[in-house]
């Protein structure tokens, strides 16, 4: 211990000169959680930030000591964890953990040599005790594993408290693991006496363990993330086969959410420059009128041929406005005004693939920008292969003010289409800039992966797959999809364990599809043609969808009925899904039941927690089998793709999905795949049509920030 103490005093006198830390920074445990090596603090990680790392130390496990490579027992080894954390919820972390003793070793040829084990862990902090108090959480490590032996498995509590540049904790556990590890009482101390550096030491329940965090400035990585360096370099345990382990953790946020009237942006905007033009020319013409007459001749020209400039007619205000929402590559344009003055425009989004709602604030902002007629108003229609998904109606000048000051707009926000607007006449021909007859190509991965198995760490095949879709009729047009491996792991290999399930190249789908609009609310989409489900399959899938006035509550029946081309067999399955969209805290909850692909039946729950155009969601299923995941969704494209051209349109996929699961409430951890599977096409009603559930008034109302940010963005 006189090391130890010799080495803290070292370090404090370093650091005493410098400025402190306002606040102790929330590192990763080696065991999952936010916390210190081997305990958790009080802290979690915030919402919409997600953090992946890997450190060395296996910790001890509940297997027989002949897994863990000493006679005498469990200990801590030189190994493999690997993880993925998440806040998903003010207050709520969660984690998908694996350890490993070695990466490829295979279990089933070296049985008494390995330990691999997929974990996953929550921990939440409790709300309502003032911040001046302390902080309070409780949490769970291994929760669900298997029934006889679930290796990790801890339940926790723990309180924490910051004074100056400390933070205290301490906490009391129950865990199934030897040595004492968190079974009982545990505390630690964390000093932060510079921002980018940390000591931490900590008792366990079983010893003493002592280390130092170092972090890396943002700016050295291009301000995307955290990069923190660990290293525990002390532990009194008994039971180590080394003294020193170490880690590296990398955090990031998902997305940085618009806000209105933000602090750090300019104020007012410096937006709608000709706006301001015209309205100063406007009132020194009203005002100075007279005063006009009594001017020099040439001093009077030049004042008229300033006010006559920007003095523009409504036709050429909205050809001004057609032209550039084209610019824009926006498609199926149509505007027209009428005498009110109403200005009504109708247009296809393809270039905001990732959220409508960006083509919409685009929208409302040019039309602010370029219209200048006194009391008008504005009607827009969002368009879907010719179907009329969303109306949006309002005044122009009340949303000019929201775009320059924040204030909140008045609008009238309805699905499906616009009431009628009389006497509307059209600017150029209508439906300008034709969206069909042009393919639209989506480039993104196909992975088929296993984590945590008896024969690696992580096995994958990756193929590049390719969706073409292209829009020939109103609500209708051709879907084919293709793929080309790229990468694989050994295992993949044909005659290989995961051989089967390799991605293959060639076509995986072809399909016409048929889009009906129908009363109430109700949409209605066929696909016929070849589906590769494993195998080659041709037939028809049909999904019947209603959505909410206000979005919250939706609906979806599908049904499937495949036969196969080699045999005289065929698959057939029915659904029924419900979804509440909680829309003010960005947390979707999903329930489907019914009979799937391959002949299981039963209930899967969903809850997914948003965070811009990505979500982390957490699921659970019982059909034949009990299995428990976590799983992601990101966009692998820009928010803005490039505009179509003639022959057509490349991008990246939207929302590429991949989730990680586990058997659960099972002796054995058996690997299960295609459980609670259902066909799923690229052009579908939920994410191509209904923008992911999310084209409702109650979600452009909670997202006001984003339809201003979209035009002071793209304008």
Request: net charge negative.
């Amino acid at each position: 211990m006189s090391k130890l103490t010799t080495l803290f005093s070292g370090v404090f006198m370093l650091g005493a000169p410098f400025t402190s830390a306002n606040q102790v920074n929330t590192y990763q445990s080696f065991t999952g959680f936010s916390g210190l090596f081997n305990t958790p603090n009080a802290e979690v990680i915030d919402k919409g930030n997600i953090v992946i790392g890997y450190n060395n130390q296996l910790a001890p496990s509940a297997f027989k000591a002949r897994y863990s490579h000493d006679e005498n027992g469990a200990r801590y080894v030189d190994g493999h964890n690997f993880k993925f954390s998440a806040g998903l919820f003010e207050g709520l972390e969660v984690q998908g953990f694996l350890a490993a003793y070695s990466i490829h070793t295979d279990k089933f040829a070296d049985k008494n040599s390995e330990i691999r084990d997929l974990s996953f862990n929550a921990k939440y902090q409790v709300p309502y005790i003032p911040k001046d108090w302390f902080d309070l959480a409780i949490g769970v490590r291994d929760f669900g594993g298997r029934v006889k032996a679930n290796a990790y498995q801890t339940y926790y509590i723990v309180g924490s408290k910051e004074i100056w540049d400390f933070r205290f904790s301490a906490g009391f556990g129950d865990s199934n693991q030897p040595l004492g590890q968190m079974d009982g009482a545990f505390a630690g101390v964390e000093w932060q006496p510079l921002d980018w550096m940390a000591l931490q030491v900590e008792h366990d329940g079983d010893a003493v363990n002592a280390g130092l965090r170092l972090t890396v400035p943002r700016s050295w990585i291009y301000d995307v993330g955290t990069l923190t360096l660990t290293s525990k370099f002390y532990s009194n345990t008994e039971h180590a086969e080394k003294d020193t382990f170490w880690g590296v953790d990398f955090s990031m946020p998902l997305f940085k959410k618009a806000k209105l009237n933000d602090p750090t942006e300019a104020a007012p905007a410096p937006i709608l420059d000709n706006h301001k033009k015209r309205e100063a020319a406007f009132e020194a013409h009203y005002q100075q009128q007279r005063a006009l007459a009594q001017k020099p001749l040439e001093e009077a020209k030049q004042e008229i041929a300033e006010r006559d400039e920007y003095r523009k007619s409504l036709t050429l205000q909205t050809r001004e406005l057609k032209n550039a929402l084209i610019d824009d590559g926006l498609e199926a344009i149509s505007v027209g005004f009428n005498r009110d003055p109403h200005i009504v425009v109708s247009f296809e989004n393809y270039v905001f693939n990732r959220n409508d709602i960006d083509a919409i604030g685009l929208v409302l902002g040019r039309i602010a920008e370029h219209i200048d007629e006194p009391e008008a108003k504005y009607t827009i229609q969002l368009l879907n292969r010719g179907i009329p998904m969303l109306s949006v109606r309002g005044d122009i000048d009340n949303y000019r003010e929201f775009i320059n000051t924040s204030s909140t707009p008045d609008m009238d926000i309805r699905r499906g289409e616009m009431d009628p607007i009389g006497s509307v006449s059209w600017v150029g021909m209508p439906k300008a800039n034709s969206s069909y007859f042009k393919p639209r190509v989506t480039i993104g991965p196909s992975l088929d992966s296993h984590f945590g198995t008896e024969i690696g760490v992580y096995d994958f095949s990756l193929a590049i797959k390719a969706d073409v879709d292209v829009p020939m009729w109103y609500g209708g047009g051709i879907s084919v999809s293709a793929e080309t491996e790229v990468a694989k792991t050994d295992d993949y290999e044909t005659g290989k364990a995961f051989g089967r399930f390799a991605k293959n190249s060639g076509v995986t789908q072809a399909t016409i599809y048929q889009t009906l609009d129908l009363p109430y609310g109700i949409y209605n989409q066929t696909h016929i043609g070849f589906f590769k489900e494993f195998n080659d399959y041709t037939g028809i899938k049909n999904e019947t969808t209603w959505l909410s006035e206000n979005g919250r509550h939706q609906l979806n029946a599908e049904i499937g009925y495949l036969e196969y081309d080699d045999y005289d067999l065929d698959r057939d399955y029915q659904t029924l899904s419900y979804r509440y969209n909680w829309v003010e805290q960005d947390v979707s909850f999903h329930a489907t039941a019914g009979r799937f692909f391959y002949e299981d039946s039963g209930v899967k729950l969903e809850t997914r927690f948003w965070f811009g155009d990505s979500y982390v969601s957490i699921f659970a299923q019982d059909t034949d089998v009990q299995v428990a995941g976590i799983a992601f969704s990101i966009p692998l494209t820009p928010r803005k793709d490039m505009a179509p051209i003639r022959y057509g349109q490349i991008k990246g996929n939207e929302a590429w999905r991949h989730d990680v699961s586990s058997r659960i409430g099972n002796e054995m951890n058996y690997i299960t795949v295609g459980r609670a599977h259902s066909v799923k096409t690229p052009v579908n009603l939920d994410k191509t049509f209904l923008n992911q559930g999310r084209l409702s008034s109650s979600y452009i109302y909670s997202n006001l920030a984003r339809l201003r940010e979209a035009y002071l963005t793209y304008r």
